[in-house]
């Protein structure tokens, strides 16, 4: 204290003497500032003001229709005719309250009477429920997996092929509330997929005939050339045909996600055992190079065919697995390992996968001394959540095995641990086992998928065991935004192929749907 006032006295004879040597300058200079600040008429400080006020902050604005609607795309021009009562498509437009003005304010319209300004993006959905005729409007923040995000002149906010840049975007709005802000740089994919199995004629087609590990994933799009219904001797139900110069197709999508993740409904020990037929699989480990290959990051090992080899055949695919270049979940040699989750690091958040099997639990479970898959133990489940999260995961996805075979419908039991999985955290819940599609059902916003169907297997049981979905999952940080549902069909019982949605893949797209209005 005492240094710094001898250091103040030092300074302040300092100034007096300067003052004296350049009073009348100083006094003159001190005026001309005084003015300069205290001048409203200054053009330097009513820039300065002018440079200090922020510009209005904005953001994007996203078209939305039902969860189901086939439409994919708008034209902004389209987007302005509704606003306007311009569209032969169009009758309404819904919009939240605060956002309406600012919206108009920016596309430069004028509203007509049919649009609807209602108070919440959920009412924006309800609105989007009661008429196929209505548009809806809303932050792309506020958008959530229970609509249908639209692009705009083919550019998209979400899905693998995503505009990355704001200034790309077309429909962008005055923030008049309190959004919160849409990141591109947090935008990230997941691709899920269903039941994978690569014994039998996929084994027998890649490596007996010699096409190669990666034939399996080579596939592009396929057409149903014709459907036989309920074969009796487990021929083909249907007949496929390639569409020609589109090879490829699935390789790019499964690429183009940035996690892709499948059911591995199949030991792959050192040592396996080709089947023709049989429900009992042995994977070559040679094909888990063609999985690898195709772009997908991790597998899910918590089926009812996963001790199919025994323990031995459980820790050997675990490996193999690994050598490959993929990861596994859901699976191990004890029930620590079993249990433990898988995590990724997408979007600047921690993504944990958890997987679980209720088929067949007492031959196929983890034991003392057994290795095997993780029980579906609901109190183990919600445990597992809950460590997760501790442990720093930012999502959380659990992936059951469970349900009935060949059936669309879901049973009581499923329903209640779906409930209970997203009351305990869980963001994310895929489903598989079934071996067809099921429904889709959103448990306060949180999607549950409960069978994505058949990606790889051979079994022609019906049409339906043929077809499934891939699952494109966009995520915006934690939070799941958007569901696009990628049919396919299993082409000559091996190879993977995708179908048009508005083609024949809107069969299987129709069956989810059906199936899901049991949750509406």
Known sequence: MAERASKWAYARVVNVIRAVITGVLLVALSASVVVAQESPASPTASAE???????????????????????RDIPLDEVVAAIEGRSDEFKRVAVATDDADALWSSLGVQPASGTKVVATVQAVKQALNRSRR????????????????????????????????????PLM????????????????????????MLDREPHRQSLIQDKGVDYVWDGGYAEIASRTCCTADGGPAITTERVPGTKGAVRELLSSADLAVVNHEAPAPNRSTYHPSGLTFSVDPRMLEGVA???????????????????????????????????????GIDDERARQPLCFEQGGKQVCFLGYNEVDAAST???????????????????????????????????????????????????????????????????????????????????????????????????????????????HGSRPMQIELHPTVVHERAQLNLLARDGDGAVVVERMRQASKAFE
Not at 52 to 67: G, H, K, M, Q, Y
Not at 137 to 165: I, N, Y
Not at 175 to 194: C, I, M, N, Q, S
Not at 412 to 424: D, F, L, N, S
């Open 173 to 196: 709005g005055v923030d008049a509330g309190d959004h919160k802000p849409f990141d591109p740089e947090r935008v990230w994919t997941l691709l899920a997929g269903g039941d994978v």
């Open 49 to 71: 003001n002018e440079a200090a006020t922020p510009p209005a902050p904005l953001v994007p604005f996203v078209p939305v229709r039902r969860f189901w609607s086939s439409w």
């Open 293 to 331: 290959d195709a772009g997908i990051d991790a597998v899910s090992l918590a089926n009812n065919h996963i001790r199919n080899n025994g323990s031995t055949g459980v820790t050997q695919t675990v490996l193999n697995v690994r050598k490959s270049g993929m990861r596994s979940f859901g699976a």
């Open 134 to 169: 209505t548009l809806g409007l809303v932050p792309a923040a506020r958008v959530h997996a229970g609509l249908r995000a639209l692009s705009v002149d083919g550019q998209g906010l979400f899905g693998s092929e995503r505009v990355t840049d704001l200034a790309e975007w």
């Open 365 to 475: 479970s983890v034991r003392p001394g057994r290795a095997g898959a993780a029980e579906l133990i609901t109190a183990e489940v919600k445990a597992d959540i809950k460590a997760a999260r501790a442990d720093g995961a930012d999502v959380v996805i659990v992936w059951p095995h469970w349900g009935a075979e060949y059936v669309t419908t879901t049973e009581a039991k499923q329903r209640r641990w779906a409930r209970e999985m997203v009351a305990a955290g869980a963001d994310l819940v895929l489903g598989n086992h079934s071996h067809v599609v099921g429904p889709i059902q959103f448990i306060g916003g949180t999607p549950v998928l409960y069978s994505l169907g058949n990606l790889v297997f051979d079994l022609p049981r019906f049409e339906s065991t043929e077809e499934g979905v891939l699952a494109e999952i966009t995520f």
